[in-house]
């Protein structure tokens, strides 16, 4: 894993000529991503983002927490007890210079030893489960890391409106697999990540999955074709 991702966040926290990401899927072409987008405060965030913020509450673990964003929000502003993961340790260096007092640099499905009653996943949540095959791997891992009242809030795009239509409005969308998992690419400075396995998921495909798991679901708010969603146990 060449951290690419983290290397960026690295090279703009320290202003070492940082350019803009460039990401990739099997399903679009190259798109530019600001790296300084991943440094936006509270008031720059989407409407799904400033929701999950807001309904965060207790101990709070932030798995994916990148540039720290949104954990330092909660316990700057929120006065909340946080620890930032990611498996990048150069997202991490960067997330205790930011003065995060709580950091993991771990594999989620490796991190034990504690509960907690929010656990965050945002920036398209989903994507860390990598496929429907494995999800039920990581809502197990997350279900032993929630407390008995606790809450796990999960954002995600349905892409369907990715594949074309025909005049009738029936999609044309792979034979095979479901068509939210996708190869996820990363490049900066001329340089290329290994792709990743990525699941976007459909609110009622997330639904039957956790469902699956002793988990019940509520959608707490749409954007376009985004949602946020939270997830308590039964």
Aim: hydrophobic share 35%; proline share 2%.
């Amino acid at each position: 894993m060449k951290d690419l991702m983290g290397q960026a966040i690295s090279d703009y926290f320290h202003n070492k000529n940082p350019e803009d990401l460039q990401t990739e899927t099997s399903i679009s072409e190259l798109d530019e991503l600001p790296v300084s987008y991943l440094f936006r405060d509270f008031e720059e965030m989407n409407s799904i983002e400033k929701k999950a913020l807001t309904l965060s509450s207790g101990k709070v673990l932030d798995i994916g927490a990148g540039a720290g964003s949104h954990s330092l929000y909660l316990q700057n502003e929120r006065n909340l007890d946080v620890t930032a993961l990611d498996i990048s340790p150069k997202s991490i260096e960067v997330c205790q210079l930011r003065g995060i007092r709580k950091t993991v640099n771990q594999n989620m499905l490796e991190f034990s030893g504690e509960t907690f009653d929010t656990i965050l996943l945002l920036m398209n949540g989903t994507g860390i489960f990598q496929s429907l095959i494995v999800i039920d791997i990581y809502l197990k891992k997350l279900y032993s890391l929630l407390n008995e009242n606790g809450q796990i809030l999960i954002d995600s795009t349905d892409i369907i409106y990715m594949f074309d239509a025909d005049e009738d409005g029936g999609v044309y969308i792979p034979a095979e697999g479901y068509y939210g998992e996708i190869d996820y690419i990363v490049h900066y400075k001329a340089d290329t990540e290994d792709p990743i396995k990525w699941l976007y998921l459909d609110f009622n495909t997330l639904k039957n999955a956790v469902e699956n798991n002793g988990f019940k679901i509520e959608k707490m708010i749409t954007e376009e074709n985004s949602y946020l969603a939270r997830i308590t146990k039964r």
